[in-house]
DNA sequence: CTTCTGACA
DNA sequence: TGTCAGGA
């Protein structure tokens, strides 16, 4: 049951590859890295070399982004996430409480970045 | 030909 | 975010 996770992160596709998958830009992808996002393991030639677990996170940072989060609304959600995971290991929430946890901070974060976004469209922005 | 970093008419 | 430069 472990092999299956280690070829997922075998990070195996260039750029050029993710682009085609995720349907997003050479640009943008590279910007989520800056964002501490998806950072790409990199081969010999400096190259971003990305496996199949990067390709769902970055599914899934598209996914936030079209439900109208930006970028510091998905830090939020993955910082989030990755405090209930540690506090789940020295304490024991149930997997109940820590979904409660997220989908509430989920709604508040998106919430005000829509808030943001339409105020900007509201004053010509 | 593909990707990389840095920069901005 | 797009796009161009200049190099690898």
New binding site residues.
């Given amino acids: 049951m472990k092999e299956k996770e280690l070829r997922r992160s075998l990070a195996v596709l260039?750029?050029?590859?993710v682009?085609k998958l995720t349907d997003?830009?050479?640009?943008?992808i590279?910007?989520y890295e800056e964002q501490e996002l998806v950072i790409p393991a990199r081969n010999e030639?400096?190259?971003?070399m990305y496996s199949l677990n990067d390709i769902d996170k970055l599914l899934e940072v598209k996914d936030y982004?079209a439900e109208g989060l930006n970028m510091a609304g998905i830090k939020r959600i993955y910082a989030k996430k990755l405090a209930e995971k540690q506090a789940k290991q020295g304490k024991s929430l149930t997997d109940a409480d820590v979904r409660k946890i997220l989908h509430d901070e989920f709604i508040a974060v998106s919430g005000l970045s829509k808030q943001s976004q339409f105020s900007f469209r509201n004053n010509g922005l």
Avoid: D
């Avoid at 260039?14 to 590859?17: K, L």
């Avoid at 997003?24 to 943008?28: E, K, M, P």
């Avoid at 030639?45 to 971003?48: S, V």
């Fill in positions: 260039p750029i050029g590859t682009m997003l830009t050479a640009r943008q590279r910007y030639g400096n190259r971003r982004l």
